[in-house]
């Protein structure tokens, strides 16, 4: 995904995990279906890139994140590892 900042740098996130769940609230997450996130688990691990000095600190940290799904898209909540 690329990401835009208020300040109209470009960011590219890659976002690989892991999304788990009981059958039936998975299929209702495919349908669009608000689900609470507390009744199935969502990790990533994103890395970042970008050629921006402002931000080229995201592309040296290692981060995790914790998501859930809404009607308009994923939510994530993206935290760096210390």
């Not at 690989?16 to 009981?22: A, E, F, L």
């Amino acid at each position: 995904m690329v990401l835009k900042t208020d300040d109209e740098y470009l960011i590219t996130m890659t976002y690989p995990g892991i999304r788990r769940g009981p059958k039936e609230v998975l299929d209702r997450i495919a349908r669009g279906e608000v689900v609470n996130a507390t009744e199935y688990y969502m990790r990533i691990t994103p890395l970042f890139e970008t050629s921006s000095d402002k931000y080229g600190w995201l592309n040296n940290i290692m981060s995790v994140g914790i998501g859930h799904r809404l009607r308009e898209g994923p939510i994530y909540h993206v935290f760096e590892v210390l």
